[in-house]
């Protein structure tokens, strides 16, 4: 895991890109990297709530959490994963 500081967590390294760096800090919320149909998604953890078992990423004074079935495929959290009818919130 990478957090936002470029320091290394716990586990193998997810690299946060910095749109969605940005995109995070400006909604000024918490995150969610779940499953869906069509892969990987970011949802505001008030549509996807975070559950016991998911990775942890810092970005600033917020988290993006991340499924533990998704961090087996992932090695970057990037702006394909935040869905079109969000992008304006």
Same mark, same amino acid.
């Given at each position: 895991?990478?957090?936002?500081?470029?320091?290394?967590?716990?586990?193998?390294?997810?690299? %946060?890109?910095?749109?969605?760096?940005?995109?995070?800090?400006?909604?000024?919320? #918490? =995150?969610? &990297?779940?499953? @869906?149909?069509?892969?990987?998604?970011?949802?505001?953890?008030? %549509?996807?709530?975070?559950?016991?078992?998911?990775?942890?990423?810092?970005?600033? #004074? =917020?988290? &993006?959490?991340? @499924?533990?079935?998704?961090?087996?495929?992932?090695?970057?959290?990037?702006?394909?994963?935040?869905?079109?009818?969000?992008?304006?919130?």
């Amino acid at each position: 895991m990478q957090s936002d500081v470029g320091e290394p967590g716990r586990s193998r390294g997810i690299y %946060v890109t910095e749109d969605v760096r940005s995109y995070v800090l400006q909604r000024k919320r #918490d =995150f969610r &990297v779940s499953t @869906s149909c069509s892969g990987p998604i970011l949802l505001p953890v008030s %549509v996807k709530p975070p559950k016991a078992t998911d990775l942890q990423v810092p970005i600033g #004074d =917020f988290t &993006v959490y991340i @499924s533990k079935y998704q961090a087996r495929y992932i090695d970057s959290i990037h702006r394909g994963m935040i869905p079109i009818f969000y992008e304006d919130f």
